[in-house]
């Protein structure tokens, strides 16, 4: 059977990895062209580009499917499937119809929970004590398909973005290959998706990094771990901008005013007072510095406690 991949970030690579190890032809790599990025503004390839051409797989980097001639390119391959995981476009109806056994998608959500760009993020803003994997037949909407299967995972209370995002992407590799065995042999029947229940999740924007000390310890702490590593969750201080790079609820604490940096009873660092409790900070990054244990700031930082940081 032949496969056409298509996927850009790190979350693609295990499934690809499996694909490969499965045995399948994968006759493509289809990933996002190269950004800039880095200090030196110099072109990064995807990792889903870097794995294939580590495996020695063809890669292709089309800037939209959309075109006749790239849906053309596409079709010469004569994939028999296409596995899709955080490619990074939406597939037109011209490619949806391409191989015979149509097109998969490995979507980090339980489905119809959080259909759309940041969905690993979402779970934990929202406080879900469990997230997940489907694998979808994918149509024209946005992650509206028909699911094939899906299998959950707990939220750690210490699991960020990242973190999370790496155990999905493992978890998705080994449903995608329980998936396949029996989606080849017609034994799988696609479950509509119910519409009524259906959420959605914006792109994450640099700007929605910034604490409002207004908000809860609690909202606040979620955001911290959504938002790791990117764009991260951030005050100002002095004119720079301040990452909280870990920190923990202390929703029973006395609280001080929202933003008031105060020093806690067990010395290990400092708490910042919110709308609702204290935001027991544990690690924290300055602009231009590396970063540092809460308690390693302060011994820099003399004066910091008794600040009151803006909110946005």
Same mark, same amino acid.
């Given at each position: 059977?032949?496969?056409?991949?298509?996927?850009?970030?790190?979350?693609?690579?295990?499934?690809? %990895?499996?694909?490969?190890?499965?045995?399948?032809?994968?006759?493509?790599?289809?990933?996002?062209?190269?950004?800039?990025?880095?200090?030196?503004?110099?072109?990064?390839?995807?990792?889903?580009?870097?794995?294939?051409?580590?495996?020695?797989?063809?890669?292709?980097?089309?800037?939209?499917?959309?075109?006749?001639?790239?849906?053309?390119?596409? @079709?010469?391959?004569?994939?028999?499937?296409?596995?899709?995981?955080?490619?990074?476009?939406?597939?037109?109806? +011209?490619?949806? +119809?391409?191989?015979?056994?149509?097109?998969?998608?490995?979507?980090?959500?339980?489905?119809?929970?959080?259909?759309?760009? +940041?969905?690993?993020?979402?779970?934990?803003?929202?406080?879900?004590?469990?997230?997940?994997?489907?694998?979808?037949?994918?149509? %024209? =909407?946005?992650?509206?398909?028909?699911?094939?299967?899906?299998?959950?995972?707990?939220?750690? @209370?210490?699991?960020?973005?990242?973190?999370?995002?790496?155990?999905?992407?493992?978890?998705?590799?080994?449903?995608?290959?329980?998936?396949?065995? =029996?989606?080849?042999?017609? %034994?799988?029947?696609?479950?509509?998706?119910?519409?009524?229940?259906?959420?959605?999740?914006?792109?994450?924007?640099?700007?929605?990094?910034?604490?409002?000390?207004?908000?809860?310890?609690?909202?606040?702490?979620?955001?911290?771990?959504?938002?790791?590593?990117?764009?991260?969750?951030?005050?100002?201080?002095?004119?720079?901008?301040?990452?909280?790079?870990?920190?923990?609820?202390?929703?029973?604490?006395?609280?001080?005013?929202?933003?008031?940096?105060?020093?806690?009873?067990?010395?290990?660092?400092?708490?910042?007072?919110?709308?609702? =409790?204290?935001?027991?900070?544990?690690?924290?990054?300055?602009?231009?510095?590396?970063?540092?244990?809460?308690?390693?700031?302060?011994?820099?930082?003399?004066?910091?406690?008794?600040?009151?940081?803006?909110?946005?």
């Amino acid at each position: 059977m032949r496969v056409v991949f298509m996927g850009s970030p790190q979350f693609a690579v295990p499934p690809l %990895e499996y694909l490969v190890l499965g045995g399948y032809e994968v006759a493509a790599v289809y990933t996002q062209p190269d950004r800039t990025g880095g200090r030196g503004r110099a072109l990064v390839a995807s990792p889903a580009k870097q794995a294939a051409l580590a495996l020695g797989l063809r890669v292709v980097q089309p800037a939209s499917l959309k075109e006749a001639a790239a849906v053309e390119q596409l @079709a010469g391959f004569n994939p028999d499937l296409i596995v899709v995981a955080a490619f990074g476009q939406i597939l037109p109806k +011209s490619v949806l +119809s391409l191989p015979r056994l149509g097109c998969l998608n490995v979507h980090p959500s339980l489905l119809p929970r959080f259909r759309g760009a +940041s969905p690993v993020a979402a779970a934990i803003l929202a406080g879900d004590e469990f997230s997940g994997v489907s694998i979808i037949l994918l149509d %024209e =909407g946005m992650d509206s398909g028909p699911v094939l299967a899906r299998a959950k995972i707990p939220v750690s @209370a210490r699991d960020t973005t990242a973190s999370l995002t790496d155990k999905l992407s493992l978890l998705g590799a080994r449903l995608l290959g329980e998936v396949l065995v =029996g989606w080849t042999r017609g %034994e799988l029947s696609p479950q509509p998706q119910d519409e009524a229940t259906a959420s959605y999740c914006s792109p994450i924007t640099k700007e929605e990094g910034e604490i409002d000390w207004r908000l809860s310890a609690l909202e606040i702490w979620r955001r911290v771990r959504a938002f790791y590593p990117w764009p991260g969750c951030y005050t100002r201080w002095r004119g720079k901008t301040l990452k909280i790079i870990e920190a923990v609820p202390l929703p029973q604490a006395k609280t001080a005013k929202a933003g008031e940096v105060v020093a806690l009873t067990s010395g290990a660092g400092f708490g910042i007072g919110t709308g609702d =409790g204290t935001l027991s900070v544990l690690k924290v990054q300055l602009e231009g510095k590396q970063e540092l244990s809460a308690a390693e700031f302060l011994r820099g930082q003399r004066d910091f406690v008794g600040a009151v940081l803006p909110s946005s």
